[in-house]
């Protein structure tokens, strides 16, 4: 595996870097507290898009993509450090248009849409033009088998109707998102991994209603957020279903890899600003005569904290080389160990942090809270830690034979 990074992508990392610590972090502040002041909190704060066109104008813009056409061409290996610097910020992914789950939506569509969902849907989405949710877990299904889901997704000659109830639908209320990949129930007999269709829905389509808003923590990720939707009789037509019908948990499965690994390297980004951050109060305040850094343990606590995250980061990259190598499904016990590995890792570099800084880490005057609660929700979210350990697990066991 080689780890060294070729002139092009090296060139857009330093480029990333210098946004992100010019453009992006000296308005942190300032994003989040427009976003608790203005009277709709699922309006976009007015120098996002201003942000967002400098990126683009830069050549900053769908870097995640590894196609020519649309993206900059970059492998995951190549793609994962643009992503962990990105990671600093909870809002820099979104002024990149490299956000979740816009851009495991695009990538689904530019692999598996159809000519007419491409231009009516996927280009727009990666022209920043509009946004989009996904929609898979179920309030009264164990959604961590993702066989469990009860959601229909019927055939009824030309079309396919939708019935059901999703929650953590990431995305949805943004105030641009304009449709959501679902996914139902359609051969309830076939093979459990042939049973169920994504199915590409226009939010203003009859029977889609926003029941409620959720939080995490009491983090809400405005502007895109998390909800619960409700799918009454939703009539579209069959082409709507994206690639072909029992083709869901086959499409879903090959876009999570490129997912875990945006996803995990944006983790250790979190986890290196949280470091830096606990390593600038460590040695700045002060109490019973001495620095932070000279009590309670704490130089040991970040020395393993860097320890942690040096270890995530090459663990990634090695899922990423092998990702690039055989695919997602050849790949797949290597994204498992990520998911299950890096999450647990930033919540408890993130929760040193916060205990560095006193009451003032658990306030909105610092990212701290936020990160915590965006560290944690990933812990569940595209599986828990135990389905990931299952797999990794079953890889492990599958190399030694059975007695008898």
Known sequence: MELSLDPKPTEYLKRVTAFLDEQILPREQEYFDALRRQGDPWAVPEFLPELRQRARSEGLWNLYLPDPGYGQDLTNVEYAPLAEAMGRSLFAPEVFNCHAPDAGNAEMLLRHGSAEQQKRWLEPLLNGEIRSAFCMSEPDAASSDATNLAA????????????????????????????????????????????????????????????????????????????????????????????????????????????RIHLCMRLIGLAERAIELACTRAVQRTAFGKPLANLGGNRERIARARIAIDQARLHVRHA??????????????????????????????????????????????????????????????????????????????????TAG
């Not at 993130?350 to 809270?369: N, R, T």
Request: proline share 6%; aromatic share 6%; glycine share 10%.
């Open 152 to 259: 229909t997704a019927t055939l009824d000659g030309d079309s396919v109707i939708l019935d059901g109830r999703k929650w953590w639908c990431t995305g949805i209320g943004h105030p641009d998102c304009r449709f959501a990949v679902v996914s139902g129930l359609t051969f309830p007999m076939a093979d459990r991994h042939t049973r169920y269709s994504l199915v590409l829905v226009p939010l203003d389509t009859p029977g889609v209603r926003v029941e409620r808003m959720l939080s995490v923590y009491g983090y809400r990720n405005e502007p895109s957020g998390y909800a619960e939707v409700s799918f009454t009789d939703v009539r579209l037509p069959v082409e709507a279903i994206i690639g072909r019908a029992g083709q869901g948990f086959l499409i879903a499965q090959q876009m999570l890899g490129p997912a």
């Open 320 to 401: 990423a080389w092998r990702l690039d190598t055989v695919g997602s499904l050849a790949a797949a016990a290597e994204l498992s160990q990520i998911k299950a590995a890096v999450p647990a890792m930033a919540c408890g570099v993130i929760d040193m942090a916060v205990h560095l800084h006193g009451a003032a880490g658990l306030s909105e005057d610092y990212p701290l809270a936020a990160a915590a609660a965006a560290a944690r929700a990933q812990r569940l979210t595209d599986g828990p830690d135990e389905v990931h350990l299952g797999v990794v697990a079953r890889t492990e066991l599958a190399k030694y034979p």
